[in-house]
C-alpha cells in the first residue's frame, strides 16, 4: 500500500483545512486508518483513526470536537477535516493504514506511512 497525503498549507487560527490521504492498492477497505502528527522537536502523536467500514472512529483528547476522520473505500481515500484549528496544531501531519482494521493509537501498529503534509497555524 502506497499513502499519498495532501491539503496542508497556511492558515490563520480559527480556520479549516482538509487533509486527504489516497491509498494505491486493492485492500485499501480492510484496512484502519489513521493520522499522526510531529512537530518540530517532539514525537510523533496520535490525531485520530478510523476501522475498515468507516463505522469505528478514535481521536486523541486534544482535537476531540474539532477534528473528523472519514474515508471514502471506493475512493481509497481517507480525509481528516480540521476546524477551529490552533497554533498548537501546527505540525507535519501523516497518514498511515494497519492490516488490524481498527482505528488504533499507537505507531508501532501501523503498516505503511504517507509522506507527510505540513500545517502552519498562524496566530
Known amino acids: 500500500v502506497q499513502l499519498q497525503a495532501s491539503g496542508g498549507g497556511l492558515v490563520q487560527a480559527g480556520d479549516s483545512l482538509r487533509l486527504s490521504c489516497a491509498a494505491s492498492?486493492?485492500?485499501?477497505?480492510?484496512?484502519?486508518m489513521g493520522w499522526f502528527r510531529q512537530a518540530p522537536g517532539k514525537e510523533r502523536e496520535f490525531v485520530g483513526a478510523?476501522?475498515?467500514?468507516?463505522?469505528?472512529?478514535n481521536y486523541a483528547d486534544s482535537v476531540k470536537g474539532r477534528f473528523t476522520i472519514s474515508r471514502d473505500n471506493a475512493k481509497n481515500t481517507v480525509y481528516l477535516q480540521m476546524n477551529s484549528l490552533k497554533p498548537e496544531d501546527t505540525a507535519v501531519y501523516y497518514c498511515a493504514a494497519t492490516r488490524r482494521g481498527v482505528p488504533s493509537q499507537f505507531v508501532a501498529q501501523y503498516d505503511y506511512w504517507g509522506q507527510g503534509t505540513l500545517v502552519t497555524v498562524s496566530s
Open positions: 492498492g486493492r485492500t485499501f477497505s480492510s484496512y484502519g
Open positions: 478510523i476501522n475498515w467500514s468507516g463505522r469505528s472512529t
